[in-house]
């Protein structure tokens, strides 16, 4: 199983950006998909899950209203859609694949068992 996170770059704070990550080696449709973050110094933090078979969604309280996940069953591609960003929103966002998740499970790293790259978001006040 592969993850090819992309998207990631420099944006003003309240600017947008949307992520991108590729996956192969899995039949993606029977999957959770989700976005961590960390920023230097701090633990990874879950930002938002989507389960792939019915496109059930999860937020972070911090991202909620702002990031919108989404998925392209052709593509294998889960999206993160950024908008309003703030400058506590940089980080290296990694995606990550797992079996299935339901409430409070998706926000768990461990329930996750493919990761890819990190994709660094940096964002300027």
């Known amino acids: 199983v592969q993850l090819q996170a992309s998207g990631g770059g420099l944006v003003q704070a309240g600017g947008s950006l949307r992520l991108s990550c590729a996956g192969s080696?899995?039949?993606?449709?029977?999957?959770?998909m989700g976005w961590f973050r960390q920023a230097p110094g701090k633990e990874r933090e879950f930002v938002a899950a989507?389960?792939?078979?019915?496109?059930?969604?999860y937020y972070a309280d911090s991202v909620r209203g702002r990031f919108t996940i989404s998925r392209d069953g052709a593509k294998s591609t889960v999206y993160l859609q950024m908008n309003s960003l703030k400058p506590e929103d940089m980080a290296i966002y990694y995606c990550a694949s797992a079996p299935w998740c339901s409430g409070s499970g998706c926000y768990l790293t461990r329930t996750y068992d493919y990761w890819g790259q990190g994709t660094q978001v940096t964002v300027s006040s």
């Open positions: 080696g899995r039949t993606f449709s029977r999957y959770a």
């Open positions: 989507i389960n792939w078979s019915d496109g059930s969604t």
